[in-house]
């Protein structure tokens, strides 16, 4: 009788429908730039998309956040040293404050797509996605002391008396 059901609960648990994650590449993931080829056949569609926030603006019913456009490792962490393909909106219900959701910070966002906004960029008027927020990550900033450069004396994974007697790892 255990072996019953706890197959029935295995096998009713496998047919499931399961929720986009961010965290993980769907085969079907929207790319930004299929998006902006034919905006009205992905209108609807959930993407996962991410970047870095370039300005955030809180209104009395909702936040809009302007992302420019970074691709995302199989992760969902943006890669900020890639060619962005350009920027779009993610709007939420929510309040976005702006200490958490600062300029330069990395962000990745679970969103269904709406519309082609107009945006003005310095003197420039583009037509960005337009986003719906459902779940996003804020990537924590790089610490500026865990990038710097390895050093062989600190650094080095044994310890002991070095290489040729000098105490040290390097000559």
């Given at each position: 009788?255990?072996?019953?059901?706890?197959?029935?609960?295995?096998?009713?648990?496998?047919c499931?429908?399961?929720?986009?994650?961010?965290?993980?590449?769907?085969?079907?993931?929207?790319?930004?730039?299929?998006?902006?080829?034919?905006?009205?056949?992905?209108?609807?569609?959930?993407?996962?998309?991410?970047?870095?926030?370039?300005?955030?603006?809180?209104?009395?019913d909702?936040?809009?956040?302007?992302?420019?456009?970074?691709?995302?490792?199989?992760?969902?962490?943006?890669?900020?040293?890639e060619?962005?393909?350009?920027?779009?909106?993610?709007?939420?219900?929510?309040?976005l404050?702006?200490?958490?959701?600062?300029?330069?910070?990395?962000?990745?966002?679970?969103?269904?797509?709406k519309?082609?906004?107009?945006?003005?960029?310095?003197?420039?008027?583009?037509?960005?996605?337009?986003?719906?927020?459902?779940?996003d990550?804020?990537?924590?900033?790089?610490?500026?002391?865990?990038?710097?450069?390895?050093?062989?004396?600190?650094?080095?994974?044994?310890?002991?008396?070095?290489?040729?007697?000098t105490?040290?790892?390097?000559?």
């Amino acid at each position: 009788m255990r072996i019953l059901s706890l197959s029935l609960m295995l096998i009713l648990t496998a047919c499931g429908a399961t929720k986009p994650s961010l965290y993980a590449k769907s085969n079907n993931d929207i790319t930004y730039e299929q998006v902006l080829q034919n905006i009205e056949m992905h209108q609807g569609q959930t993407v996962r998309w991410g970047g870095m926030i370039a300005q955030v603006a809180n209104y009395e019913d909702f936040s809009e956040l302007t992302i420019v456009q970074f691709p995302l490792t199989r992760h969902g962490v943006p890669i900020s040293t890639e060619n962005s393909a350009g920027r779009f909106i993610v709007r939420s219900e929510r309040f976005l404050d702006p200490l958490i959701y600062s300029p330069e910070r990395l962000v990745t966002f679970l969103g269904t797509v709406k519309t082609l906004q107009l945006q003005k960029v310095d003197q420039k008027m583009l037509s960005v996605p337009l986003v719906t927020m459902e779940d996003d990550h804020v990537w924590p900033q790089k610490d500026p002391e865990s990038s710097r450069a390895y050093n062989p004396k600190h650094d080095a994974p044994f310890l002991g008396y070095g290489y040729y007697g000098t105490g040290t790892y390097s000559p």
